[in-house]
């Protein structure tokens, strides 16, 4: 039988605790093998977004991915022309992985708005759709079969609080896995808002 393997695409800047519980429940608990944590370099809905060097939130990822043989880190899009789009980076997964199956997963904050995405509906017919809660986003009864809901914990955490706290000096070490943690603190990341980084 193929690997089912359910796909979390986020830009993980910086990838944290939430990301890992969530991924893991999913692992765990819902219809799939294993989850791979799929590194976005640039959001087509958020393109002005301050992102720290595409070679430092991969390299966080995979520390954190190594934590538990359920979870993956992917790059794939990192190679993708940009900006990057979920249909794209699904049908390249499928063409490169032909012994799995994959499925999206998204948050229920994004499911408003799924209709917007580039060749949703395909993305449901090819693919599939796992829904976790998200805060202040509770959905009723989806009456789609190509539409799955994952009862995850509510885990109310994000890059945006860990990257704030960074900034003002507070100490993140329980938000994040140590040696992401660790790895921040070394390269000095998130310290400054200056203005966007520059990816070398």
């Known amino acids: ?5 359910g796909v979390l695409s986020g830009s993980f800047n910086p990838v ?13 608990y819902g219809p799939v093998d ?7 370099p640039r959001s087509p809905f958020k393109s002005d977004w301050i992102l720290a060097p595409d070679s430092h ?3 966080m990822l995979e520390m954190a991915c190594g934590l538990s043989s359920a979870i ?22 499928a063409a490169r ?14 499911w408003a708005g799924f209709s917007g995405w580039r060749e949703s509906e395909a993305i449901l017919d090819e693919f599939g759709l796992m829904i976790y809660p998200r805060p202040g986003y509770e959905l009723g009864e989806i009456e789609d079969p190509r539409v799955r809901m994952i009862e995850a914990p509510v885990i109310e955490l994000s890059s945006s609080f ?12 329980f938000f994040l896995p140590s040696q992401v943690y660790e790895y921040i603190i070394n390269k000095k990341l ?4 200056d203005g966007p980084e520059i990816d070398k």
């Open 72 to 93: 993956c880190s992917c790059d794939i899009e990192l190679s993708l022309p940009r900006p990057s789009y979920t249909i794209t980076t699904l049908r390249t997964l």
């Open 190 to 193: 998130y310290i400054n808002n």
């Open 1 to 5: 039988m193929k690997e089912v393997v």
């Open 162 to 173: 860990v990257r704030k706290g960074i900034l003002e000096g507070k100490d993140m070490n």
């Open 97 to 110: 992985y032909p012994d799995k199956i994959f499925r999206l997963i998204i948050g229920s904050d994004n």
């Open 57 to 59: 939130r991969i390299a």
């Open 16 to 28: 944290h605790s939430g990301h890992l519980m969530l991924a893991s429940y999913i692992a765990q």
């Open 34 to 40: 294993r989850v791979w944590l799929v590194l976005s």
